[in-house]
């Protein structure tokens, strides 16, 4: 199974470049779903369908589906609510304060990434697309499960033994108020068995994207210095998260003029097509930067021309998925790099006058970029452009402390020195 997810700043093509990736797939003799986040809901229209919830085929091959992330919430997540919402009010919570607390932000998002999974997971496809939503929302998107994920393990360890353990100190110590339902214990233990089944869900989602070779993200962009920037912090921001980004899509590319035509609309041709080659390789400069070896840094970004007609239906999205990858594989990419590296600078053995260095790989990141490192007992909490990850310290690492920070090329390298206090003791 491959999930490929396609996202970039609205407005730049990305659904018609995902729902033609996937056509062109199923035209080859893959099963192929294409599914869209993106509240926009225009991949039906990309598509020339009326697509749902459920998987639709569009033609031989090719299915799709439009998730509503408002009918998900007021499924799956409502039953969980209830039960929280039941056990505050047995422990004495007012049902207005209790509704507001059993509110989970970005749980919408959450369960769009969910039903994502479970569809992947539940059909003859084998190969699933996604044509998230725009940048910001698809960075909160992907970022959620490990954060949902590390808030319940820290919350809840060992969660549904220790879920069910606070909950019955609560059935303890706050008897159920007059008016309760007489069932509130059976409540409570329902509420434990939710919140473990959202921590097991969270778990998989948290796994899926972090299976490199089952999950890619490809950046959608137009050749636009505005629009460029900020597909350098997307980068930049789902390295941090530990995400694969595979390739990039430059869509719109103005073609070349013959030198023969004259006047002000070929001027601003050539103009144009000057500038956004001038973006193009610097791009390529910056992707090339991000590959292991020779061959992935001479990989180019993948560029879509300009067309005086826009693709809708099926048969034009192929021939748009032609001219964007020609003989290659579409789902072919480069590899992601490992987020961390450990070296050491000085020292051998156990010399307590050591220094290493922890180098963060974050294609992109620039000495522009705001940063912010700070250290919370064995994690290395990282803000970068506001995305903030907690990096888990390699043990060696556990038992120094920072020296200070740099920035080189596309990395954050953080120095270390043996802490004097612990460092031969664990």
């Not at 990736?21 to 225009?42: E, Q, W, Y």
């Not at 993200?217 to 137009?222: A, F, G, M, Q, S």
């Not at 990141?365 to 064995?378: A, F, G, N, Q």
Request: glycine residues 10%.
């Amino acid at each position: 199974m491959r999930i490929l997810l396609f996202t970039g700043k609205g407005g730049v093509g990305k659904t018609t470049l995902a729902a033609a990736t996937a056509a062109r797939l199923a035209r080859s003799g893959r099963k192929a779903l294409v599914i869209s986040t993106d509240p926009a809901h225009s991949l039906g229209d990309a598509l020339d369908a009326d697509l749902g919830g459920e998987p639709l085929e569009v033609d031989p091959g090719l299915f799709a589906a439009h998730l509503d992330s408002r009918a998900l919430v007021e499924g799956a997540w409502n039953e969980l609510r209830g039960h929280l919402r039941t056990v505050l009010a047995g422990a004495g919570v007012d049902e207005l304060v209790a509704d507001e607390l059993t509110w989970l932000p970005g749980v919408d998002e959450l369960l769009a990434l969910g039903e994502v999974r479970r569809l992947a997971h539940t059909g003859p496809w084998e190969v699933v697309i996604v044509d998230c939503g725009p940048t910001a929302e698809t960075l909160r998107l992907l970022g959620l499960p490990e954060a949902i994920g590390a808030y319940l393990e820290r919350l809840y360890p060992a969660h549904r033994r220790a879920v069910r353990g606070l909950l019955a100190g609560i059935a303890g110590a706050n008897p159920p108020r007059p008016g309760a339902p007489r069932n509130a214990v059976r409540n409570w233990d329902d509420a434990a068995v939710a919140l473990g089944r959202l921590a097991e869900q969270v778990a998989a989602l948290r796994a899926m994207l972090a299976d490199h070779d089952g999950t890619s993200i490809r950046l959608v962009l137009t050749p636009e210095r505005l629009v460029a920037a900020e597909s350098r912090r997307t980068m930049t921001a789902l390295a941090l998260h530990g995400l694969r980004v595979d390739g990039i899509i430059a869509n719109r590319v103005v073609p070349p003029i013959a030198p023969s035509v004259r006047g002000p609309a070929a001027r601003w041709v050539r103009a144009r097509r000057a500038e956004q080659q001038e973006v193009l390789g610097e791009l390529g400069a910056l992707w090339g930067s991000n590959g292991h070896d020779a061959a992935e840094r001479r990989r180019p970004v993948r560029a879509v021309p300009y067309t005086a007609a826009e693709p809708i239906g099926v048969t034009a999205l192929v021939e748009l998925a032609d001219a964007l990858y020609g003989d290659e594989e579409p789902l072919a990419g480069a590899a992601a790099p490992p987020l961390l590296s450990v070296r050491r600078t000085e020292g051998d053995g156990t010399d307590p006058d050591s220094e290493f260095e922890l180098a963060l790989r974050l294609p992109g990141l620039d000495r522009k970029t705001p940063l912010e490192l700070t250290r919370i007992d064995d994690d290395l909490a990282v803000t970068v452009g506001g995305i903030r990850r907690l990096v888990a310290l390699p043990s060696v690492l556990s038992r120094c402390e920072v020296l200070g920070a740099r920035v080189g090329a596309d990395e954050l390298i953080v120095v270390f020195r043996p802490d004097p206090a612990v460092w031969m003791t664990r």
